[in-house]
């Protein structure tokens, strides 16, 4: 029985990476004396990296090798992070993010039928709970049962901890969720945790491979403007 719904939230609640993170990340550079700049190209490959502290890091390794940072590395990287964090929480305020397609249709919906609620994402708390209260209002992050972000557990997605943490927090087994997801790393973090899963592509994932997943759409729709199943079949 489909008791609880489980949402990442980057790509999947919003299309916040483009014009959202990496435009935080480059203002936080830049405010840091950094000639650093993600292209939407770049930043394409770089979101193969899960976390936003953790992308910096495969960034200074694989494109600066010679960069020494002033102060040690990890203090040096949660540092320009904390900044980002801060730009990001400015661009989502100036409601420069919106929710994407039948977002708030659905929470509405499973709220109202008694659903239970959860968020399983890498990003950090503070970026979750700004977006969600400024797109749903200000009580809207209490919609939510458990709000798992960040470093909440160390091994981020594609590991499946996040979303064992939420089934164990839950108290839920894996065959009583349904999960949304857009990217791959996402889907294998929910899939091996046993997760039955919706995957919402976006541009950044659209082209990745989803096989194994329940259903794979373009977006999860409105009454006037449909959504298209791409791959998956739900059965009954
Ligand atoms: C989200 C991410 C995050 C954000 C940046 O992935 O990869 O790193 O890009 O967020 P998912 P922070 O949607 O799979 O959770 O800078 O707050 O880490
Ligand atoms: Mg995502």
Known sequence: ELRALIFDVDGTLADTERDGHR????RAFARSGL????SVELYGELLAIAGGKERIRFYIKEYQPDFEPPTDLDKFIADLHAIKTRYYQQIV????IPLRLGVKRLLKEAREQGMRLAIATTAALPNVTALLEHTLGSDSPSWFEVIAAGDIVPAKKPAPDIYHYVLETM????????VFEDSNHGFWASSQAGLKTV???NPYTQNQDFSG????LTDLGEPDQPFTV????AGD
């Open 23 to 26: 435009v935080a990340f480059n």
């Open 35 to 38: 000639h650093w700049d993600w």
């Open 93 to 96: 305020a100036e409601g420069a």
């Open 171 to 178: 108290g839920l087994e894996a065959r009583d969720c349904l």
């Open 199 to 201: 995957v919402t592509v």
């Open 213 to 216: 997943a329940l259903l794979v």
């Open 230 to 233: 791409l791959a998956g079949d």
